[in-house]
């Protein structure tokens, strides 16, 4: 564990892996530390945020102690997505795969996918478990927009855009789910640690 200042209302935990990062949020949250308001995990980061100065001193020095609840982070909810399978790289990522269309959309609706964490716009879920075999580059050339609702890969990768956007990824297809509506509460559809799950609705 490395703790490197962000900013003076904040903190921010490097750790080894996301399961570190999970379990942690999860510490602090029992913990019920005073002056926090705000836990943010990442790939291998937590950011940890208090509503004044004055107690992020302690905050620091709790950190080190704390440990994640026995048998690690609680699971979040399962979300089940709807999508259909017709994005307008699908034909390209099967080229960059050597699978059918077939084979790609069932190794991507097969795994149960879980939220690392929110980033890049409101709401969008940078979700882990993507089969291997869909491991495919960036666009070379980014659009300058993204529908929302598109479904992509990128890399090790798998996510959906909450609203129009520019974006890179490679587009599968699209869902009428709306994972960021401000006027909801809580906005975001999904919270780090929840899953997700792709149903072939095409």
Same mark, same amino acid.
């Given at each position: ?31 019920r530390l ?11 980061t ?13 905050v620091?020095n ?12 609680p ?7 709807? $999508? +259909? ?5 699908? #034909?390209?990522?099967?080229? =960059?795969? %050597? !699978?059918?269309?077939?084979?790609? @959309? ?7 996918? $879980? +939220? ?5 716009? #409101?709401?969008?879920?940078? =979700?882990? %478990? !993507?089969d291997?075999?869909?491991? @495919? ?8 927009? +993204? ?29 009428? +789910? ?6 909801r509460e ?17």
């Amino acid at each position: 564990m490395r703790l490197r200042p962000a900013g003076e209302h904040a903190v921010l935990v490097e750790l080894e892996d996301l399961e570190a990062a999970h379990g942690l949020a999860a510490a602090v949250r029992d913990a019920r530390l005073p002056g926090v308001v705000d836990v943010v995990p990442g790939y291998v980061t937590l950011l940890v945020v208090v509503d004044e100065p004055v107690h992020l001193s302690a905050v620091r020095n709790a950190l080190p102690g704390l440990r994640p609840p026995a048998g690690g982070a609680p699971a979040g909810k399962t979300v089940e997505v709807p $999508v +259909v399978y017709d994005g307008e790289d699908l #034909p390209e990522v099967c080229r =960059l795969t %050597g !699978l059918s269309r077939e084979q790609v @959309v069932r190794r991507h609706a097969a795994p149960d996918y $879980v +939220v690392a964490f929110l980033g890049f716009i #409101p709401g969008f879920p940078y =979700l882990v %478990g !993507l089969d291997q075999a869909l491991h @495919v580059p960036r666009r070379p050339t980014p659009r300058t927009a +993204v529908p929302a609702g598109s479904v992509g890969l990128a890399g090790s990768q798998t996510g959906v855009y909450p609203r129009t956007t520019p974006g890179g990824w490679q587009l599968l297809g699209h869902t009428d +789910v709306v994972l960021f509506d401000p006027h909801r509460e809580p906005p975001a559809l999904l919270a780090p640690g929840d899953r997700l799950r792709f149903v072939d609705a095409s």
